[in-house]
């Protein structure tokens, strides 16, 4: 089979690395890619936002499937064109893809459906937004409608900092995706993110999985795209997945499918554990990044014919097989991120990693031949161990290897289940 993979990142190299292993990989290639996936797939340097010029590259290569790694392109509608050329694609509609791109439309598919998530109010102007905040008191949530790169999101826990979030949202701090806003109940409970394949009819659970948002040790200080991770997640018991396939993800698929918006690829749903159970947060449409690489490691199965199955509708003849021991990856960052940062630092050397154990590469390119870092997010560095704790260790064992001046990450990646694993 003859594979396309789109994007850049972690995720990407995390997919790149296991779809390689697949005996039904014939020809493998990436766009645009980065030094990490080049030892997998051949890089072509197609402009993704150029749909006709992705197409014309899948017509001249006989490209069997193409999976889309990352949310912007299945937003601006890359699957549909593709699957109108006739080609099998991993990744939703943008009419499905939504879910990620419209926070708005995610809540009115909760109500509607009757799926368990915080009360909320859409607004298109700050007075009557305003005004529902000093109704309801804090704490509150203030999210900007659209895609703003994990940034649009405020947990007010005072009124004033609500206000001011909803003028932040109207005054244009994040572009067009803070056109509208929605405000939302405060959840109160411990965060987890499930993921599962979606066929438009049938649903695949894969795994579970607990980031780390925040760019400080002790989950302080801004928000970023996840400084870490670790799989599965504690809190997700057998019950609570049972519970959150029932009552989250199966009236979903129904929802999607009855609006005329039927889902295939991977739903990655940020939910909060209330004393009541299982509450959406929020769903995205493509594996998280970098809980993906956590996720690869575990999973014990051929990746191609899972993704394969969920493009083409045949996911109730698939099965899964996960590694119980637990995997966790450290994010290794350029200094200054989130703010600005420096580019083209060079990465002097990385470490040979041994069985259960991987850098994937996030944000760095060769530069005259050398590793240079050139994103935000750089390096992903993975273990896995026969505990969370164990895993830890061998992260930060193989993390310590690298040398990259400019490099910094978190030392305390996976803290809640460790302190779990001593109680
Ligand atoms: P989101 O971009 O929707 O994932 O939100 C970013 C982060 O804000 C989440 O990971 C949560 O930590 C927090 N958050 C979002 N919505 C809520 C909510 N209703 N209650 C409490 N925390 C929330
Ligand atoms: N790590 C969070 C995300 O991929 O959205």
């Known amino acids: 089979m003859k594979v396309l993979l789109i994007g850049s990142g972690g995720r990407e ?13 014939t020809e493998f290639y990436a766009a645009p890619g980065n030094p990490g996936i080049a030892e997998h797939a051949r890089l072509v340097s197609l402009k993704i936002e150029d749909h006709e010029a992705v197409a014309a590259f899948c017509a001249q290569k006989a490209i069997d499937f193409v999976v889309v790694g990352p949310e912007a392109p299945l937003v601006a509608g890359l699957a549909d064109h593709l699957r109108a050329d006739g080609l099998t694609v991993f990744g939703p509609s943008a009419a499905a893809a939504q879910l990620e791109g419209s926070k708005g439309f995610t809540k009115d598919i909760c109500a509607r459906y009757n799926i368990p998530t915080g009360a909320y109010q859409r607004f298109n102007n700050a007075p009557k937004a305003k005004a529902y905040i ?25 009124v004033e900092e609500a206000l001011a979030a909803v003028d932040d949202c109207f005054e244009g701090a994040f572009g067009a995706a803070g056109a509208e806003v929605v405000i939302e109940a405060f959840l109160d409970g411990e965060e987890a993110s499930f993921f599962c394949l979606c066929d438009g009819r049938n649903a ?34 057998a019950e609570m997945i049972e519970r959150t396939m029932k009552e989250i993800i199966e009236p979903t698929i129904y929802g999607m499918a009855e609006s005329g918006y039927p889902f295939s690829g991977v739903f990655f749903a940020g939910l909060m554990i209330t004393a009541k159970g299982p509450e959406l947060i929020e769903y995205n449409v493509r594996f998280g990044d970098p809980e993906c690489q956590v996720l690869m490691m575990r999973l014990k199965s051929d990746l191609l014919p899972l993704l394969l199955a969920a493009a083409e509708g045949t996911l109730d003849k698939v099965t899964a097989e996960w590694s119980d021991d637990p995997a966790l990856t450290v994010v290794m960052a350029s200094k200054g991120y989130p703010g600005p940062y420096e580019k083209n630092t060079p990465i002097l050397s990385l470490p040979e990693a041994g069985v259960g154990a991987k850098v994937f590469h996030a ?10 870092a050139t994103g935000g997010r750089v390096l992903n560095v993975t273990a896995t161990g026969r505990t969370v704790g164990e895993a830890q260790s061998r992260a930060y064992a193989l993390l ?11 030392r305390d990646i996976g ?3 460790i302190e779990r694993e001593r109680a």
């Open 134 to 158: 000093r109704e309801q008191g804090a704490p509150i949530v203030v999210k900007a409608d659209g895609l703003a790169a994990g940034k649009g999101v405020t947990v007010a826990m005072t």
């Open 363 to 372: 944000g760095t390119s060769l530069r005259d031949g050398e590793l240079v």
């Open 400 to 410: 310590d290897k690298v040398e990259w001046e400019n490099g910094f990450c978190r």
């Open 415 to 417: 803290w809640r289940a």
């Open 13 to 25: 190299h995390a997919l790149a690395w296991k779809l390689a292993q697949s005996p039904l990989m």
């Open 204 to 237: 695949l659970p894969l795994a579970t999985a607990q980031d780390h948002k925040r760019v400080g040790e002790g989950d302080t200080g801004v928000n970023t795209g996840g400084m870490g991770a670790y799989s599965p997640a504690p809190v997700m018991t």
